[in-house]
């Protein structure tokens, strides 16, 4: 079985130097949305940077999933599988039937060649309770419009369920292969796909049900072998993005599957921004009060505007364009409208609150070429310059100040598997008002208000508890969320600084500082912070709770990845209930939409609730810009995070902006290799 | 003093400079065929296809578009070196057989037949009417020399090759390959029957039987020709090609890229060069 190991081994490698892709059109989701025939995974897998949500049904399973093409040739997916007819807490009507969660990921790690076929490996739930536990290795083969698939997989396709690990991972086909080996069977099917838009599948499923015996729906369902392992569906898609499949499973029941997928950052509007068109009677103002009006008219804020007869210097405070590139482009492209011919050099530096994050420099022939269309984008790049390395020089007189701000935008927060009820949410808005009365200080308020809140739990708080109470908080339908003094400071190096006082957030109120230094051109992004605080009384929005105080104090750095789009974070210390270990984070970029996903590692010995010990705080989350939404640019960003909010391990101030996720998009590393007046995500008209 | 220093200016002058020095006869492109005033044309800065049908009258009632030939110095001069290329495997295959296989001689006689080929330069262009052209990526910029023809619209299919009489047959809507070998008398016994080339009359070149599947590159992934997506049509202007079956010869890419060099030879030096 080492043999397998190592036969596994190689062909991850081999898969470095396949090449084309062959998936296409049988990419359709399974029962429990990984990409399959209906019960098994074949070795597709789901188009890079597409994802999909849906829900399924043959009782008496119900999946409610979401699956992701993350990465080329690995996809992920998350579901929650509910049986029909258990109920998951007998005490609490509310909760329903009972629920799994489950995670599940496929590596294809050969793409289908000529004469080979495409090989993955399915990890299904390996994690937790592992109920619809299985690791397969399965092979598919496209003589289009057919798709064969022949598979191995052990656990539930295999001959006996795979125990719960707890608060670890499992992977028998790794960590002792010739148990995997002895206990896998085969699987397989054939789906035909006669047009792009309507398949049909024929299954043989290995699962025993029978013998699941972890399986809740086992004993209320399964208590005999079910009538047929032959199970049979019809795909049809309507639209591109939107799927039906109608199934016969198991040889005595109807199965439905319905899914949606998009492509991840394609907005729902085309973004479109109209250039800016200079009055013809403010062509007769100087140069400098020319460019400070064309900015002001793009977006720009805080508009500072010198040219000594040789270098033009601009700062703005870009206020609209999502991607700071952009933002320089936009500039460029009002200059190349103006006469660029005139200054010798140039120096944008955008700015926030007054804070130099991005400088540009290049030469104004260079950039009358490019605006002439003499020169490539590539080419101009060649002689232009990202930095943030700004020479230290006084800051120039603002025109176009804004000093308050606001914004109002929908907030919808779920509350997942509470035993009083599975899904409880909350709906409404939040909205913050912000004044930046001096260079890098800020007064921020921050009210939401949720005319829609279903949120409330059975639970009670923990040993130790820092968010396990967090429902005490959140059930409020109107609350302050923060009422916070920042200020943010930028010494040579460059070096960052912010520190913030006042009511941090819903649940904690305090002093919070931090430090962020960029290396390497911002490849690196290193840091340290900590904060002191006090919980917040949830009955009044202005007092403290007297019964303690807390402290937190991180090592923070980041890696940044942008040949694939990747930011890959540890935040190492001393956690809010005073637990010591680390947090890591991945964090992957699709044209301005931001998924992360965290784990964390913290010493749990101080918890003596049987809940908090041992436990590692994990989640996922989502940014996504408003952009998408509007047709037009925006700097403003929702983000959507799922992680359970009843422990209390690894937890950390919820603050309302930390430095790194401030320097992050304006850094040099970031920057394109070229610019080619078209948006960053890749859609734009 | 003038007058002769004019004099001087006119002729003489240019009898002294080095020949680089002198002035270079002004571009021109040339559009004949089914066009309003066809002749030739000084080029202009930046002239394109559209620019030039224009300038031309634009298309003459006749003007079958998807038949237009553009043929450029600059492409020829590529397509020698190809060809070149091309020969140089076959001489290889030729030497790989050795005398003794019973089809070196034909591979020999094919390679020479192919040595004295002359490319066409004709560049793939696709036109349409000329608004719809302008900024387009069809919209090709043009160069020195560039000679645009126009033909009117055809009514038949060429049929070339291993077969029993070839020449021009009427092409009828949705004309399968059977219909048509059938009325060129049929495949000679030597017809590489598998390997038929369709040459479209925009110059691309590809296999038209393909078997009962085949692998599509650009899909990556095996398709039932039954299936397939784009399955060539033969349309009127088209060219059929049967080659002969090359049999086992030292082709080091297999019969496959010996089909594929075929195609390419079609493309680059034209219908009815090809023994």
């Not at chain 1, 064309?294 to 508009?303: E, H, I, K, M």
């Not at chain 1, 208000?449 to 708080?461: A, D, E, K, R």
């Not at chain 1, 989502?622 to 700097?635: K, M």
């Not at chain 2, 399968?176 to 060129?184: D, G, H, N």
């Amino acid at each position: 079985m080492r043999t397998l190991a190592a036969l596994l081994a190689c062909l991850s490698l081999l898969a470095v130097a396949s090449a084309s892709a062959g998936d296409a059109p049988f990419t359709f989701p399974s029962n429990s949305g990984l990409t399959g025939l209906l019960e098994t995974p074949t070795a597709r897998v789901m188009e890079t940077n597409r994802y999909r949500v849906g829900v399924g049904m043959a009782d008496p399973y119900r999946w409610y999933y979401g699956a992701i093409g993350i990465f080329p040739r690995i996809e992920a997916a998350g579901r929650v599988t509910e049986v029909g007819g258990v109920p998951g807490f007998s005490e609490f009507g509310g909760y329903g039937d009972t629920k799994d969660k489950a995670v599940d990921f496929k590596f294809q790690f050969l793409r289908e060649g000529k004469y080979t076929p495409a090989l993955a490996l399915a990890v299904l739930d390996p994690h937790g309770t592992r109920i619809y536990s299985s690791q397969a290795i399965v092979a598919s083969k496209q003589i289009f419009p057919f798709d064969f698939t022949l598979g191995l997989g052990n656990g539930r396709l295999g001959k006996r369920p795979l125990p719960s690990t707890g608060e670890n991972f499992g992977l028998e086909i790794f960590t002792d292969p010739k148990e995997w080996w002895g206990d896998a069977s085969l699987f397989g099917g054939i789906q035909f796909a006669p047009t792009e838009r309507l398949a049909l599948v024929a299954e043989y499923s290995p699962v025993a049900y029978h013998k699941q015996t972890t399986d809740p729906a086992r004993d209320a369902h399964f208590r005999e072998p079910v009538p047929s392992r032959l199970n049979f569906g019809l795909r049809w898609k309507p639209l591109r993005w939107a799927e039906i499949d109608l199934s016969w499973q198991r040889g005595e029941q109807f199965g439905v599957n319905l899914s949606v997928a998009f492509d991840i950052g394609k907005p729902i509007l085309p973004i479109h921004d109209p250039p800016y068109r200079e009055p013809a009677k403010a062509r007769a103002s100087p140069f400098e009060d020319r460019v400070t009006e064309a900015l002001a008219g793009s977006g720009f804020r805080d508009v500072g505007v010198s040219f000594d007869g040789v270098t033009l210097r601009i700062e703005a405070r870009n206020d609209r364009w999502f991607f700071p590139e952009r933002a320089v482009e936009v500039i460029l492209e009002i200059l190349s409208g103006m006469e660029p011919a005139r200054f010798e050099y140039l120096q944008i530096v955008l700015t926030e609150e007054g804070i130099p994050l991005l400088g540009f420099a290049t030469t104004g022939h260079g950039l009358s070429g490019y605006g002439a269309g003499k020169i490539p984008g590539e080419r101009f790049r060649e002689f232009s310059r990202f930095t943030m390395e700004l020479a230290e020089a006084p800051p120039l007189p603002v025109r176009h100040r804004r000093i308050v701000d606001w914004d109002l935008r929908p907030s919808f927060e779920t509350f997942l598997n509470d035993p009083s009820g599975f899904f409880k949410y909350r709906l409404g808005a939040s909205g913050q008002l912000r004044a930046t009365p001096w260079r890098g200080g800020t007064l921020l308020l921050g009210l939401e208000g949720y005319p829609l809140n279903t949120v409330s739990t059975v639970n009670v708080p923990l040993s130790n508890p820092v968010r396990s109470d967090i429902v005490l908080y959140k059930k409020e339908r109107i609350a302050m969320g923060r009422l916070l003094a920042e200020q943010v400071v930028r010494a040579p190096g460059p070096v960052f600084g912010r520190i913030s006082a006042g009511y941090l957030e819903v649940m904690y109120a305090g002093v919070d500082a931090e430090t962020a230094v960029p290396l390497f051109d911002g490849r690196i992004l290193a840091g340290a912070g900590g904060s002191y605080l006090r919980k917040r009384d949830p009955d009044n929005p202005f007092r403290l709770r007297n019964d303690r105080e807390y402290h937190t104090l991180f090592l923070n750095g980041r890696l940044n990845l942008p040949e694939l789009d990747l930011m890959l974070d540890v935040k190492g210390g001393r956690f809010l209930a005073g637990d010591l270990g680390a947090r890591f984070t991945v964090s992957k970029r699709v044209r301005g939409v931001v998924l992360s996903a965290w784990y964390s590692v913290t010493d749990t010995s101080n918890f003596t609730d049987p809940f908090n010990r041992g436990y590692h705080d994990k989640g996922i989350a989502v940014e996504i810009p408003i952009r998408l939404f509007l047709g037009r640019d925006s700097r403003t960003a929702y983000r959507i995070a799922l992680s359970p909010w009843t422990r209390d391990a690894g937890q950390d101030l919820d603050r309302h902006r930390a430095l790194f996720d401030q320097i992050g998009p304006n850094l040099p590393v970031r920057m394109p290799g070229h610019l080619d007046r078209k948006d960053p995500s890749g859609y734009t008209e | 003093m003038n007058r002769l220093l004019r004099i001087l200016l006119i002729f003489a002058l240019p009898a002294v400079l080095p020949a680089g020095a002198q002035s270079a006869p002004n571009p021109v492109v040339q559009i004949r065929g089914e066009i309003s005033r066809p002749g030739a044309y000084e080029l202009r800065k930046g002239e394109t296809l559209s620019s030039l049908i224009l300038r031309a009258g634009g298309y003459a009632d006749n003007a079958w578009l998807p038949g237009a030939v553009l043929l450029r110095k600059t492409e020829r001069a590529r397509q020698e070196e190809e060809l070149a290329g091309i020969v140089k495997r076959l001489e290889a295959a030729v030497r790989e057989d050795g005398p003794w296989e019973p089809q070196h001689d034909r591979m020999r006689r094919f390679a020479d037949s192919v040595r004295h080929l002359a490319p066409s330069g004709r560049v793939p262009v696709r036109l349409s009417l000329v608004r719809l052209m302008i900024h387009s990526p069809q919209d090709l910029p043009l160069e020195d020399g560039d000679d645009l023809f126009l033909p009117s619209a055809p009514r038949t299919v060429r049929v070339l090759g291993a077969l029993r009489d070839p020449g021009e047959y009427p092409a009828s809507p949705g004309a399968r390959l059977p219909e048509i070998v059938a009325a060129a008398g049929g495949f000679l016994p030597e017809a590489d029957r598998d390997g038929t080339i369709l040459l479209k009359a925009d110059g691309t070149a590809g296999r038209l039987s393909e078997g009962w599947a085949a692998w599509n590159e650009a899909l990556g992934r095996w398709e039932l020709s039954l299936f397939r997506k784009n399955r060539p049509r033969i349309e009127a202007g088209d060219t059929l090609f049967v080659p002969r079956d090359p049999g086992r010869s030292g082709w080091t890419g297999g019969i496959e890229d010996y089909r594929r060099m075929l195609a390419r030879i079609l493309e680059i030096a034209g219908p009815g060069t090809l023994p």
